[in-house]
Structure formats: structure tokens, C-alpha cells
């Protein structure tokens, strides 16, 4: 089941302020590789709504185009500074997840399923990808799917989930342990996942996705995103979408309005270690 474990003032606090060192190295490798970025998801509604993030919100999201997200991995390989790892769905042969997660080393941030993997959960910033999606109708839709179903495969073949409705459940691990029994390589179903999530990356195509997320949240067109735009996120400015307002409609409706009081809150972690900092 869900934990309920929640962040008292202090510690969600204190989290924020590590996650915007995060971001400032983030933004400043961006910015000297002449790499393109958006603030994304709830942090774009954080931007927006309250200048910084949302109060009780305990992550930054970021997302980029394919081409730069590509570009931003291979800079991370030949350099990073010390204090930090940049993981991936294919650099690192337990992570679940089919974006980038940049880590400062040295914390801990463990979530649920922090006993089934062979990486130190750290304190981190998610890196979401925009990928290509063709034009054409028919091709997107199985193209949609088909990606969307690998995600979900990456996932499986790697956590075995104990949080989510009995009937999830069930069928998550049903999953799991066919991909065991089967002796299928999660490395070769990420593989996969990858391939065809930029399998049109080359091509002409006026819209974009977050796959991970394409079954709940929209499609955009690239005219959404470019040129970005600054503004103000906590004490630096940021880049967001040009037609942000259109974005955020799209993904919350009406997103300056504030939910119900007992909806504001985050679950906290099962451990979270700040180390030095």
C-alpha cells in the first residue's frame, strides 16, 4: 500500500534547497553546451502559480528534446563533477525508469522500492524527453501504444510493485515473474523501449510526447515549446514554454486555481539523508 508517511515543514524545506543546487549545476552544463531545457510538470505549474515551487511539492521535473537529451548524456559520460551521477534506462541495469535522474552523491532518498535495486537512491532531478511523434494518424497511434507498452514492460521487469490497487497489482506481477520464468533480459526490453521511443527522431514531425506519460498526459506540438521563454523560479529564472499557458491547461485545466487543502501534501520518502549539505 501507499505509505502516508508525510514531510514535516522543516525537512521538505531543507529538500527543496538541495534539489535547487541540483538544478542550478543542471542549468549551468545546459547553458555552457548550448543545450536546450524546459521546467516541466509540476514544477512549470510551480513556476507559474508561485514563482518556485509548488509549497508542498518535494521534486523539480525538467524535460528536453531528444537531441539534447542524447547530447546531455554523452556530456555527463566523459565529465561530471564529483558531487553528482547522471543515470539512465541504459547506464545503469537496475534503474526503472525510461528518462534521466541527475543525483548528488552522498544523500539518500529512498522510495519504495529502494530494496530491489543495485543503485543508491540519492537526492535527484528527473530529466523527462520529448519525443518525436509521426504525423500521420495511424502511425501514431501505434506508435503511441507500442512505446507506451515497453515502458510499462521496463518497469515490470524490474520492481516488483506492492503500491498500487489489488487489481494493478496482480497484474504487475503476473508480468514480472513471466519475464523471470522466461528468462527475458530487461536490459533487452529497455533496449527496445528505447529504439522506439526515437524511432521518428530524424523525421519532419510537428508533435512531441512524454511517453512515460502519454496515457495521461497530452500531446504537444514543438510550436508549444520553442522559442523558450524565462521566468522565475524560486531565486534564478528558468527557461519554460513559449505557449506555457496552453501546456498547463492542457495537463491540469484550470491550474491557478488551488486544490482542497487536505490534497496538499507529498509523501515523504521511506529514508531521506541530506548528508553534508
Not at 495511424?138 to 507500442?146: A, D, P
Not at 512505446?147 to 490497487?165: G, R, V
Not at 498547463?248 to 486555481?257: E, I, P, Q, V
Request: charged share 30%.
Amino acid at each position: 500500500m501507499f505509505k502516508s508517511k508525510r514531510y514535516n515543514d522543516e525537512t521538505l524545506k531543507h529538500l527543496q534547497q538541495v534539489q535547487m543546487k541540483i538544478l542550478k549545476y543542471f542549468i549551468e552544463v545546459c547553458e555552457e553546451n548550448n543545450l536546450t531545457y524546459f521546467i516541466y510538470g509540476g514544477s512549470l505549474l510551480g513556476t507559474i502559480r508561485h514563482k518556485g515551487f509548488i509549497p508542498w511539492d518535494d521534486d523539480i521535473d525538467v524535460i528536453m528534446f531528444r537531441e539534447d537529451f542524447e547530447k546531455l548524456n554523452n556530456i555527463f559520460e566523459k565529465s561530471i563533477d564529483s558531487k553528482y551521477s547522471f543515470i539512465n534506462v541504459l547506464n545503469e541495469e537496475t534503474f526503472p525508469y525510461t528518462f534521466g535522474r541527475l543525483l548528488l552523491k552522498n544523500t539518500e532518498f529512498s522510495e519504495w522500492w529502494y530494496d530491489q535495486v543495485n543503485f543508491k537512491q540519492n537526492i535527484f532531478m528527473d530529466v523527462f524527453i520529448l519525443d518525436n511523434i509521426p504525423n500521420s494518424k495511424f502511425k501514431r497511434f501505434i506508435h503511441k501504444w507500442k512505446s507506451f507498452t515497453l515502458n510499462q514492460l521496463t518497469m515490470y521487469a524490474l520492481i516488483k510493485f506492492d503500491n498500487t490497487s489489488k487489481f494493478k497489482k496482480i497484474i504487475q506481477n503476473i508480468v514480472y515473474y513471466l519475464i523471470k520464468i522466461l528468462h527475458i533480459s530487461p536490459y533487452s526490453i529497455k533496449k527496445k523501449c528505447v529504439e522506439s521511443f526515437s524511432k521518428y527522431e530524424h523525421e519532419n514531425c510537428d508533435e512531441v510526447c512524454d511517453f512515460p506519460a502519454v496515457c495521461q498526459m497530452p500531446v504537444y506540438y514543438k510550436t508549444d515549446w520553442l522559442p523558450p521563454k524565462r521566468a522565475q523560479f524560486e531565486d534564478i529564472e528558468v527557461n519554460i514554454p513559449k505557449d506555457y499557458d496552453k501546456i498547463l491547461k492542457r495537463t491540469y485545466g484550470d491550474y491557478m486555481a488551488l486544490p482542497p487543502e487536505e490534497s496538499r501534501w507529498r509523501p515523504a520518502p521511506e529514508k531521506i539523508d541530506f548528508g553534508e549539505y
